[in-house]
C-alpha cells in the first residue's frame, strides 16, 4: 500500500496546481488523475488569463481584481506559454454605449494594479489595421490588454513541477473507491492502461474533480456537502484565417455574451464561447450544430468576410464546473471559486468552481486552509517561482527567442519558434545532442518530429497521439490521420518497453 501526507482526485489545473504548491511545502502528494492531463475541462477554454471583461456587468467586482492581480503573476512565472495581447472591441451602436465601455475599461485598467500592460484607449477604426476585416459601419472602437495561455501546457507544466518537488503524478488513474477512516482515507486506485487496482492511504484527500467533483464524494458513503457544481458547456471553433493582422476581437453580442477571434497557431482563427447548461452527464458533452450555427452568426455581425459551418476545421467543448449560485441565466453564473473543507473525521477538501486565471490563488488557498489539520509550517512559495522552461531573464521572450536563433540556426526560424514558445528554457534539454535536422529523428509529418514525441512522453506524461497533438501541442491541426495512426503505433511500441510506475 502507498502512503502518502495528500491524494488529490484530479489533473486538471486545479488539481496539478495544489499538487504543485503542497509538494512544495513539503507534503508526500499523489495525484491521480483518470484520462490524461488537461483531457477535459482545462484544455477547452478560450485560452485567457484574463480578469473577465464582462463580469464587471455582473458586479464581480472582487473576481476581476484578483484575477488581473494574478494576470501579472502569470505572466512573469511562464512568459514562453503566456504572453500579452492587444484586444480590440467594436462598438455596435445598438448594444453597450461607449460612456459605458469607457467606465469598464477604466475598472479594468486600474482595480488590478496593471503595470506590465499597456492601458486601454479609444480607436479610429477607419485607421486602426484592425478595422479592414470589419464591415465598414464600424468605425469606432476599444483597445484594451490581456493575455494568451496555451492552457493544456499549464496544466502540464505544474504537473511537471510538482512532480520536481516531489509529487508522483499518475495519468489514467481512477479512483474507484474511496474509504474515511477518523484520521486517514483508504483510496481505491484502478490504472486504466494495465487494469491494476491498488490501494492509497492518506491524511488528507483533496477532491479536484471538476465537472466529477460530486462523483468522487458519492464514492465515500457518507460524503456529504450543501455545496453544488452547476455544469455549463462552452463551445469554439477554429477555421481558416480570418484576418492578417495579429490584433483579436471581443465581439458584443445582442444576447448579452461576448465572442472572442483570436489569431490561433499561425493559420487559424479561434472564435468562441457558447455558455449551456448540460445537466449532470459530463462525459456526454460535445459541439452541437446550433452551437456553431450560433457563433457564425455572431460573428457575421462585424466581419466583412462571412464564415459558414464548412469552413470549420476544428471544434472543442469543455464542461466548467461552476459553483452554483443558483444564476437564472448560465452566462451569469459566477466564475469565482469555493473550497469546501470538510474535518469531522479524516479531512476532505473539495474543490467547486474556479477560473484558470486564478488558479495559483486558489492552490496556495487550498493548501492555508489544510495548514492547520496538517501541521504544514512551509510558507507559501509559488507567487515569485518560474514554471519549467519559464525562467526567462527579464521575462523577455522576444530577446530568448532571438538567442535561441542564433543557438540553433540550423533549424528552420518556424521550429525554433514552436519550441522556445512550447518549451521556454528546456529547449536545451528538448534538442539535446541535436546539431543537425537529421538528428531531430523520424519525421512524422507536418512540424512533428520524433525527439519531440520523445520529450513530451519522458518529461509531461504524455501517453497517445492524442496527448501529443491536442494537448501538448496543436499539431494536430498540420498532420493527416495517417499520421495520428503511425503516430499512436509508434508510441505503444515505446510504451510496451517503459513500466507503469509501480504501486507499492
Known sequence: MITKDLLIVGG?????????DAAGRGLSVLLCEKDDLAQHTSSASTKLIHGGLRYLENYDFRLVRRALIEREVLLKSAPHIIWPLRFVLPHHQSLRPKWLIRMGLFLYDYIGGRKLLPPSQGIDLRKHPAGEALKPEYQAGFEYSDCWVQDARLVVLN????????????????????QRHRDHWIADLRDEMTGEVYQVKTRVLVNAAGPWVERVLKLDSEGHTDKRVRLIKGSHIVVPRLFDHEYPYIFQNKDGRVLFAIPFEGSFTLIGTTDLDVGENPDAAQIEADEIAYICQAVDVYLDKPITPQDVVWSYSGVRPLYDNEASNASKVTRDYVLDLETS????LSVFGGKITTYRELAEEAIDLLAKPMHIHHPDWTATAHLPGGDIENADFDTFLRLCKKAYSWLPEEIVYDYARNYGTRISRLLAGCQSMQALGLHFGGPLYEVEVTYLMEHEFACTAEDVLWRRTKKGLFVSNQVVADLDQWMRSRRANKPRAPTS
Not at 486538471?12 to 504543485?20: D, E, K, L, S, T
Not at 504537473?159 to 516531489?166: E, I, N, S, T, V
Open 12 to 20: 486538471g489545473i486545479n488539481g496539478v496546481g495544489i499538487a504543485r
Open 159 to 178: 504537473a511537471m513541477d510538482a512532480q520536481l518537488h516531489g509529487a508522483e503524478i499518475r495519468t489514467r488513474t481512477h479512483c474507484v473507491g474511496l
Open 345 to 348: 473525521a479524516a479531512p476532505i
